[in-house]
């Protein structure tokens, strides 16, 4: 992995403190904005990514040299319509895309963090990217919009700064992180803690990479992202370029092959310490409990108005979840739209050519924007 | 791992010829049987075992020292009534208690065959089975029975010997593995491959053991046999042994560590490689593929009684998967009849304490017998 220097870099000179206790300041935040700022700087929208994104939501991402993650959604005249809209998106902390995260070093002691980072939280992650508003001179942001992790950020946002976005839009998330949900996720930490070349965390200090626990941590997740019968009509039991099973231990079959390769790819854009960080952040996310088992009481302060969307086929965090949200905003009387939009592509159809996802999200963004 | 010498072998003298293009002989078949054989020899059921079962069904297992994996189920006035019926159950040809496996020496090079052991599949593991009738002089089975790979095994065995067995009971299973399912059994066994200590399968012969990569593939496949719903209510959110949060990567919460300890308890029981060698016979079962599309055919030379039975939460092999086997009987006239238990347990429903399966599982074979 090879952060460039032409990533975009706020440091944050304001010192944060952090749900651990610990307090962080001069610390960088990676950003990439697309479209502009108009006059009246109501045009902006936040965006926050998912567990293995970035910033770089749309067209060439100049690290990976692949399509941004959002390049179906965000653009010219997409749903998140960048002619018209001034998109920011920002590296979560914990990230290894240029945010301050366990890859880099501890000015105290000029070694690499590894696992002595702090453990930080979707709230530690929000108080960071409100520093961007500032530095933008951004008053109110249009919209604030995320599917997965980027969803419990939209949440964490307009709870923690309730009159700083127009109108909230999570998607496929859930208000908190459940037993099956932590469950995959400390699975994937253990397969990177069990590879050999991890070190207790100390593997850039050794000139190591614990590539096969971070490729296995990825399949497992890819698993989850994909729905049973999505799996099944995309690759049911094909098998990869041969015309019989081999009887043997190499990918016989298409799915197989795969989920290797989806683990294989991954590792050469993300670092691993990144990955158990950010899967804990998602794992404490908690906003019930943060008001005392009263999810109503974390939009209480907000005239913002909701859209929260969700997928049928999605079982990592299934509509009930996404209703649940809509449930406590309709308990406080707020502003609140809800679609379940129906997709076999499972979690992943936010970040799919979902045609319907895609109008759904425009509609309500244009719609919304006429109304300011 | 110490597979005790007081464990029962039948040495199957007959050529077995593999669907792999091999042929072995004078291999162990390790069995264990409860209850007793009657005069007419018509009270025999042959139990089948999943993934990582083995022959000790039931009562306390002499080499785990734990209880059997079926004791719910296997018994005297149990559901399967030892009191009434001669249950066998033999560990699968590619284990590792007793049986022709991967931890075994190959008699012509005199070293453990570790991953140059023959890849088996579920009709290998039939085909040995078999030979157990001629040893008891059985000439035909009361009931083949099995869950989960156990059930592949019944329908796999009563297609292959349709006038063996009287009665039929495949449980929560699936006449063809779907993309899902190897996608998770693939996970394992990458999980296995990528231990530094799995050695190519070599690690017997280097006195090492690919503990951890087993254990995460462990985690992994135990997420997949409970339902969200369960977990849910089981675990939640559930802290470990502490008032809150303690911002580190020890396990937080108590599906973290009860993760933990499945992975961590799996591993003193069961072989690296026999894990890859069962998984991959699962993943290589498709008897709709064998009957050349039409599962209807795998059952019509049978006069057999079948009793399909599934969970709501299975979603490993859901309800419709053992449908799809009914659907087939049906379609040739077959005497079936299905029932789909209420469960929060998931696919593990089958090994649990689950009452209405516990008795409906009864009331059909006590009724059966009756009839004979």
């Not at 706020?10 to 206790?21: E, R, Y």
């Not at 309730?162 to 930490?189: M, W, Y």
């Not at 298409?254 to 950010?278: H, M, P």
Request: neutral net charge.
């Amino acid at each position: 992995m090879n952060v460039k220097e032409n990533i975009k870099i706020l440091v944050i000179k304001k010192p944060l403190k952090l749900d651990c206790g610990k307090t962080i300041n001069n610390f960088p935040l990676a950003y990439e904005t697309y479209g502009s700022l108009n006059e009246n700087k109501d045009n902006a929208i936040l965006v926050f990514h998912a567990l293995t994104g970035d910033q770089f939501v749309t067209g060439i991402n100049p690290i990976t040299k692949k399509d941004g993650w959002w390049s179906y959604a965000v653009g010219p005249n997409k749903s998140i319509d960048t002619n018209k809209y001034f998109v920011i998106c920002a590296n979560v902390i914990g990230g290894c895309m240029g945010s301050f995260g366990p890859s880099h070093k501890n000015p105290d002691t000029n070694k690499i963090y590894g696992t002595d980072f702090p453990v930080i939280t979707i709230n530690d992650m929000v108080n960071a990217q409100i520093n961007l508003l500032d530095h933008f001179k951004i008053k109110k942001l249009f919209s604030v919009v995320g599917g997965s992790m980027g969803g419990m950020q939209v949440l964490q946002f307009i709870s923690n700064y309730p009159d700083k976005a127009i109108t909230v839009v999570p998607i496929a998330c859930t208000s908190s992180h459940s037993a099956q949900n932590i469950a995959f996720n400390e699975l994937g930490r253990q397969a990177i803690a069990s590879d050999h070349n991890w070190s207790d965390g100390k593997y850039l200090s050794n000139n190591t990479l614990p590539d096969k626990g971070l490729s296995v941590a990825r399949m497992a997740a890819h698993i989850t992202y994909l729905s049973k019968k999505g799996l099944q009509e995309k690759f049911g039991r094909k098998l990869q370029e041969r015309d019989s099973l081999k009887f043997g231990f190499d990918a016989d079959f298409q799915i197989e092959s795969y989920l290797r390769y989806q683990g294989s790819v991954f590792v050469d854009r993300f670092d691993a310490n990144s990955y158990l960080y950010i899967t804990r952040a998602m794992d404490y996310f908690d906003l019930v409990k943060q008001f005392d088992g009263n999810l109503s009481h974390a939009f209480k302060k907000t005239k913002a108005k909701f859209f929260v969307i969700s997928f049928t086929s999605d079982w990592l965090y299934p509509t009930q979840e996404n209703k649940d949200i809509v449930i406590a905003l309709n308990a406080i009387g707020a502003d609140v739209g809800f679609v379940e939009i129906k997709s076999d592509k499972g979690h992943d159809s936010f970040l799919l050519d979902v045609p319907d996802f895609l109008k759904t999200l425009k509609n309500f963004l244009d719609k919304s924007y006429l109304e300011i």
